[in-house]
């Protein structure tokens, strides 16, 4: 990528040479051209790996939200398997109770009656 400025080769750093102020702001130039040439290549290393990241995480993010769809509707699943065993429970016991309350009534009625 070409900056616009000399190499510093060209600006030989010889005895001979006449600084004149159009040759040195040309040499203070030069690291500067040459720092933004190196910023704008990081910045675009950074970007290119921040798609490249965004690439390659998306397949396991979808894993990772599927995983817990399928998670939260096997509780739904349990919690209403559970609910109808507490139900179903709940009612039989219910039976039972009954059933006790009239054995015992039976058992002290029956030596009364003759």
């Known amino acids: 990528m070409r900056t616009g400025c000399a190499p ?3 600006l030989a750093l ?9 040759r ?16 704008n290549q990081v910045a675009a290393a950074a970007q ?5 990241l965004a690439a390659a995480l998306e397949p396991i993010q979808k894993d990772i ?10 509780q739904g699943q349990k919690s209403a398997v559970v609910e109808q ?10 039976w039972i109770g009954v059933l006790g309350v009239l054995i015992l009534a039976a058992t002290f009625i029956a030596p009364h009656i003759h």
């Not at 040195?24 to 910023?39: D, G």
């Not at 290119?48 to 490249?52: D, H, L, M, N, Y």
């Not at 939200?65 to 096997?74: F, G, K, N």
């Open 24 to 39: 040195l702001l040309e040499l203070l130039r030069w690291p500067s051209a040459q720092a933004e040439t190196l910023r």
């Open 65 to 74: 939200a599927d995983l817990r769809r399928v998670q939260y509707e096997q």
């Open 85 to 94: 065993r507490s139900s179903t429970s709940d009612l039989r016991n219910l």
């Open 8 to 10: 510093l080769s060209r």
């Open 14 to 22: 010889t005895p001979s040479a006449r600084w004149t102020p159009p």
């Open 48 to 52: 290119a790996s921040t798609v490249a």
